[in-house]
């Protein structure tokens, strides 16, 4: 008996790791899971099974998202289809970069709008104070998405916003996490339910048990918000107080063609996780009004921004950037695991190939994948100046060290890394050459890569990248930047932690 258990054992542990191998996904992923097996073979098959699972395949995207598309395609007319997938604008980009707008357009995506108006929001306070707001002054419909929502006080007042408006017959839909909320009782969201608020979790299946399993390392890490089809909002920041008032993290407030990508994304996900539209589509993506351009007015703004950040205090950085005109050009760029490409890496790595002065990146976790450190290192050794900012102390214990494993390759090929002090640091955001800047939900590592679902909004505009990169030389006030030579005498004990988080990387 006990050796036909052995036999059927090692019949299992070939067959998974040739499904490993044959997979198209990360090779340092798959080394990651066959080292695991190896090790812990009953342990990591269960594991991989759970967790590992690679679902990024064109048709396993196009079954679960059928529903969707059918209803989509039904009730949308060709100005919403025309606005969403068009290319016309696209010509408005500069010539360098279009490239890059084309990629991103692939799968799910949508392409780039003009006639945005934006607001950068360097600080949470800020954004609650915008969001509730604009929740008050909602007409039709609120549409909101969230990797945490939380029960403390800031999160309390949106809920009670939320059902506010519901009760006043605005068409409210929630999306929540299902697991990162876990911790949040059902009857937190049956209050909201009662109230009028539509609620789907984000993990809604028709066979639960396999479904919660298969998908259960499969977050929906996004944060947006779509007021009335015509504001709306995304970036780093969650609903919770760690947020509104202990953090510092970027997030961006948008009104104008862009809020259909971010409406488009919103109403892909309520579908595909079980929820319900009965409306015509046009409801939900009006006409806006014509792009105003004013450059003399904008570049006057950019200039006054500069000064306040150079007189502010690192400390006081609770500010916001309203930028002049509704002329910006922005590109919503959606990544889920179960889409055909990763599109958001593929980007990533479009960008920092063809940068040819520089690039600031702020991230809370750095973990890249391969493809991403080698165009990094690229750029470095190319002579473009790279810079990483990260949190002096991370949030997760074990992302500390996972970090500061990049680190001696990195310094080694003439990337800069600062790391922050103060207010822990959750902002993802990169600017490059005075035109190209990225704000979104996803982090600089494997899971928002390859694994979660994600959203970045791409912004082709001077202006914006010249105030994004204030922000960034702003925060370096705040940071210490590491040497190679300090960096190689760090006690061995923390080197071999480091070696050893290393290994499990891509599955962090």
């Not at 060709?78 to 707008?101: C, M, T, W, Y």
């Not at 800069?416 to 996803?442: N, P």
Request: aromatic share 12%; net charge positive; charged share 25%.
């Amino acid at each position: 008996m006990n050796s036909v258990m052995t036999v059927l054992l090692i019949l299992l542990i070939i067959s998974t790791m040739l499904v490993i191998i044959f997979d198209d996904g990360d090779s340092g992923r798959k080394i990651g899971w066959i080292l695991i097996i190896s090790i812990l073979p009953v342990i990591g098959i269960i594991l991989y099974i759970l967790i590992g699972i690679n679902f990024r395949h064109s048709w396993y995207f196009k079954r679960k998202h059928k529903k969707f598309i059918e209803i989509f395609d039904g009730n949308s007319d060709n100005r919403i289809k025309n606005l969403l997938f068009g290319h016309d604008i696209e010509g408005k980009v500069q010539s360098e970069f279009r490239p890059l707008a084309k990629l991103l357009s692939k799968d799910s995506s949508t392409t780039v709008s003009d006639g945005n108006g934006i607001e950068v929001i360097v600080f949470g306070h800020r954004k609650f104070e915008l969001l509730m707001e604009d929740l008050k002054n909602a007409k039709k419909s609120i549409h909101m998405e969230y990797f945490y929502f939380r029960k403390d006080k800031g999160s309390k007042q949106i809920k009670e916003m939320l059902m506010k408006k519901a009760r006043e017959g605005i068409k409210v839909r929630f999306i929540h996490e299902n697991i990162a909320n876990i911790n949040i009782s059902p009857g937190y969201y049956n209050e909201m339910k009662k109230a009028g608020v539509e609620v789907v979790k984000f993990t809604k299946s028709h066979i639960p048990f396999i479904n919660f399993f298969t998908q259960l390392n499969y977050r929906d890490h996004r944060k947006i918000v779509v007021i009335d089809g015509r504001i709306g909002y995304t970036g780093g920041m969650n609903i919770s107080d760690d947020y509104f008032l202990r953090w510092r993290d970027t997030h961006l407030r948008i009104t104008g063609n862009a809020v259909s990508g971010l409406q488009y994304s919103f109403l892909n996900t309520w579908i595909t996780a079980g929820g319900s539209i009965s409306s015509d589509f046009n409801n939900y993506f009006p006409s806006m009004p014509q792009s105003e351009q004013n450059h003399s007015a904008a570049n006057d703004q950019v200039a006054e921004i500069e000064k306040d950040l150079a007189r502010t205090p690192i400390e006081n950085l609770d500010m916001t950037f309203k930028l002049a005109g509704n002329d910006k050009l922005i590109q919503i760029v959606p990544d889920e695991p179960d889409s055909q490409w990763p599109i958001i890496q593929m980007g990533a790595v479009w960008a920092v190939q063809h940068a040819k002065k520089y690039i600031y990146i702020q991230t809370p976790y750095f973990v890249p994948p391969d493809p991403i450190l080698s165009a990094l290192k690229s750029a470095a050794l190319s002579g473009t100046d790279v810079r990483i900012m990260l949190p002096k102390k991370a949030d997760l214990f074990f992302m500390g060290p996972a970090n500061k494993s990049y680190f001696s390759e990195c310094l080694e090929a003439g990337i800069k890394i600062y790391e922050r002090s103060g207010r822990f640091i959750h902002s993802k955001t990169f600017v490059s050459d005075d035109y190209l800047s990225e704000i979104g939900s996803a982090n600089m590592d494997f899971r928002s890569f390859t694994i979660d679902y994600e959203l970045n909004a791409y912004i082709y505009d001077e202006n914006t990248a010249i105030v994004n990169k204030a922000i960034f030389m702003k925060d370096m006030e705040a940071c210490t930047e590491i040497t190679l030579s300090s960096w190689e005498k760090r006690p061995w004990y923390k080197k071999l932690l480091q070696r050893l988080l290393r290994l499990f990387a891509p599955l962090l």
